[in-house]
Every structure is written in structure tokens, then in C-alpha cells.
T-cell receptor, first 114, second 114 residues
């Protein structure tokens, strides 16, 4: 069965420092997509970054990068130069070929302090 | 501005009543989705639709119903058969089915049933 695991319920980081949020996944499908979403306290889900299973390079979007290690089935999100506005829940999700389902992890609550 | 609207933001109902949550998008997306989020949990898929007049059950469809009569609209009805309906409900859409397309989310509706 397909599964996303986020083992860090909460993380703290000081402003301007980098932080890594962990995500491991399990699937038997050779083709899949991995997504990270941010959920601030308002509740809306904000798309951050995407990584395809066949992508050779790690995805980057501004201060966000994805450390994709296919053999280890991990897709960790790295946030560089943390800002106070980065405080939120972060969800890792996976989408498989031939389905439209996004399977979400349980999330990591990130708190950035001054 | 293009986007997804969900109304209302907060909804209160008595146990035993059916309630319909609205979801409208003006992004011209083919696919639409409904998710449920419980405290401390990730999102779970209730129903999704890839085309007008067609929809499929997600992982937790029992006690819910949907319709897709128009491309722009995908209302969700929480029936009295849903044993624990109190939750945060998120609607999403994507341009088409496929791995690389992220899902865009609405602001959510927080339903409380007493």
C-alpha cells in the first residue's frame, strides 16, 4: 500500500537558519510525483514544490529545495534562511500514475523563532 | 482573480441533519477533489471527479455524497450517516489528471456537528 511517513511532529528553527523536514514514502509504482504543501493557521494548503520520480535533479523553488534520495525513498524538504512567516504545518504528499489521488503524511509543525 | 471558493468558512449543524458544503472554481480545471482533515492528521480523500457528470469514491466516502453537474462546481453533502462529521473540509482542483499537476486548494470549511 502507498504510504507517506513524516516522523517529526514538530520542529523549531531560529530565524535565518536552514531546516530540513523529513519525508519517506512507500510505493511499488515506478512512476510517481512528490509534493510539499504548507498549511498556515488559516487552513489553506499552499503548494511549495514538486519532484517527479524520474527527475534527475533535485527540485528547487526559491528558498525551498527537495533532497530526493530515490533509493532510500526519501524526499526531504529543505527551507533555507527561515523566516517568521514560515511557521506553519508542512505536508508531504505523493501522487501515483493512473490515479488522481494525493496521499498525505501527517505533517510537521514548524515554528520559527527570532 | 482565479481561484477556489468554499463557503461558508464555519458551519454548525445539529446531529441528524444533512449539510452541503459548496466548492466553486474559476480556474477552468477538469479535476476536483474533496478532502477531510482531522486535528493532528493529514488530509484524506473523500471523493474526486475528473470530468463533469462523473466522480469516484476516495478512501473515506461512506456517509458523503457529491455531484458534478458543472465544471466549476463540486458540492459535497455530509449526510446523517456520517458517524463523525465534525472536521475541516478542503476542496481542491487540478488542470487535468497527471503526475506533474499540483492541486490548488480552497480556504476550507470547518464543520461542527453537535
Amino acid at each position: 500500500a502507498q504510504k507517506i511517513t513524516q516522523t517529526q511532529p514538530g520542529m523549531f528553527v531560529q530565524e535565518k537558519e536552514a531546516v530540513t523536514l523529513d519525508c519517506t514514502y512507500d510505493t511499488s509504482d515506478p512512476s510517481y510525483g512528490l509534493f510539499w504543501y504548507k498549511q498556515p493557521s488559516s487552513g489553506e494548503m499552499i503548494f511549495l514544490i514538486y519532484q517527479g520520480s524520474y527527475d534527475q535533479q533535485n527540485a528547487t523553488e526559491g528558498r525551498y529545495s527537495l533532497n530526493f534520495q530515490k533509493a532510500r525513498k526519501s524526499a526531504n524538504l529543505v527551507i533555507s534562511a527561515s523566516q517568521l512567516g514560515d511557521s506553519a504545518m508542512y505536508f508531504c504528499a505523493m501522487r501515483e500514475t493512473n490515479t488522481d489521488k494525493l496521499i498525505f503524511g501527517t505533517g510537521t509543525r514548524l515554528q520559527v523563532f527570532p | 482573480d482565479g481561484g477556489i471558493t468554499q463557503s461558508p468558512k464555519y458551519l454548525f449543524r445539529k446531529e441528524g441533519q444533512n449539510v452541503t458544503l459548496s466548492c466553486e472554481q474559476n480556474l477552468n480545471h477538469d479535476a476536483m477533489y474533496w478532502y477531510r482533515q482531522d486535528p493532528g492528521q493529514g488530509l484524506r480523500l473523500i471523493y474526486y471527479s475528473q470530468i463533469v457528470n462523473d466522480f469516484q469514491k476516495g478512501d473515506i466516502a461512506e456517509g458523503y455524497s457529491v455531484s458534478r453537474e458543472k465544471k466549476e462546481s463540486f458540492p459535497l453533502t455530509v449526510t446523517s450517516a456520517q458517524k463523525n462529521p465534525t472536521a475541516f473540509y478542503l476542496c481542491a482542483s487540478s488542470p487535468t489528471s497527471g503526475l506533474t499537476y499540483e492541486q490548488y486548494f480552497g480556504p476550507g470549511t470547518r464543520l461542527t456537528v453537535t
